[in-house]
């Protein structure tokens, strides 16, 4: 799996059987939705079953029939978007054995319209935009408890300092008493 990681980020020469034939049809994407497609792929290396190979072949094989489909029935959409969609919807359905065969993956894209592949990609991006906002909240929320604090100590410095001095009274160590202050400066 780290040498997968490794030839998936690009920090290794990529195996010509999948690596670069994915890193080819994907060139478009945004690094952060490449990195996401690499969380999907690269935990299904190593497992030394034939039906999880045999998905992994499926995958790279159907990378550009894919995301060709996404193209042509949402022609206005850009191909960095395109191949978000298709390598993940392929992603998703492919790369689990036995969850979608590559029959049945093709023909559940070929009913899809253009409305469910723009609604797939909105709420994939949507994800992101939440996040975003919830760090902007949590951030505001931060700043605000960070400067009400430092109201907080503000006020109890400029106590010490009033108290220091109107104080009349002051603790002797050496009797164990409260004493008035005699000489005040």
């Keep these: 799996q780290i040498m997968n990681l490794k030839m998936g ?6 195996s010509e059987d999948f690596w670069q034939p994915v ?21 299904r290396f190593g497992s030394n079953k034939p039906e999880q190979e045999a998905a992994l072949e499926t995958f790279v094989t159907g990378l550009r029939p894919t995301i060709a489909v996404v ?28 969850r979608s065969t590559r029959e049945e993956f093709a023909s559940w894209l070929g009913e899809l319209s253009e409305e ?4 797939y990609y909105t709420r994939r991006k949507s994800f992101k935009e939440e996040a975003l906002k919830e760090l ?43 004493e008035e202050i005699k000489d005040k400066k």
Excluded at 23 to 43: R, S, Y
């Design 9 to 14: 980020l690009g920090l290794r020469k990529p």
């Design 23 to 43: 890193g080819e049809a994907t060139g478009n994407m945004d690094p952060e939705d490449k990195v996401n497609l690499l969380a999907h792929i690269v935990p």
């Design 71 to 98: 193209k042509s029935k949402c022609p206005g959409m850009n191909d960095s978007d395109a191949q978000l969609i298709g390598s993940e919807i392929l992603a998703a359905e492919v790369l689990k054995p036995g």
């Design 116 to 119: 469910e592949l723009k609604g």
């Design 136 to 178: 902007k909240v949590y951030q505001d929320k931060k700043n605000a408890d960070k400067e009400e604090l430092e109201r907080k100590r503000k006020i109890y410095q400029e106590q010490i300092q009033k108290a220091r001095k109107e104080r009349t009274m002051v603790f002797n160590d050496q009797t164990g008493k409260v």
